[in-house]
């Protein structure tokens, strides 16, 4: 499995941004979609994931702010980003696991929220 993330970008404080993770590849064989993401000198961190029947997980953080969502025709996952923060900067990755338990991870994307 293939995963191109796409959608980061430069926004101010209390806008909005969508990025959007296509996988290729099995994706049938996909369980779990997730977005993470990673501030400097920090460990990645799990934002939201869904799984391929729809149940949703979302980081205290970003309750009420973030939406994920997926297109399982399409092998795609969505992270819809509103009211951002600028603590919110950092660099996005969407990571898949399979129903066999393989793990694989997309190329960052860098969101940076101006204040």
């Known amino acids: 499995v293939q995963l191109q993330a796409s959608g980061g970008g430069l926004v101010q404080a209390g806008g909005s941004l969508r990025l959007s993770c296509a996988a290729y590849?099995?994706?049938?064989?996909?369980?779990?979609m997730a977005w993470y993401r990673q501030f400097p000198g920090e460990q990645r961190e799990l934002v939201a994931d869904?799984?391929?029947?729809?149940?949703?997980n979302y980081a205290d953080s970003v309750k009420g702010r973030f939406t994920i969502s997926r297109d399982n025709t399409k092998g795609t996952t969505y992270l819809q980003m509103s009211s951002l923060k600028p603590e919110d900067t950092g660099v996005y990755f969407c990571?898949?696991?399979?129903?066999?338990?393989?793990?694989?991870w997309g190329q960052g994307t860098l969101v940076t929220v101006s204040s």
């Open positions: 990571k898949v696991r399979t129903s066999r338990g393989l793990a694989y």
């Open positions: 869904i799984t391929r029947g729809g149940s949703i």
């Open positions: 590849g099995s994706t049938s064989s996909i369980n779990v």
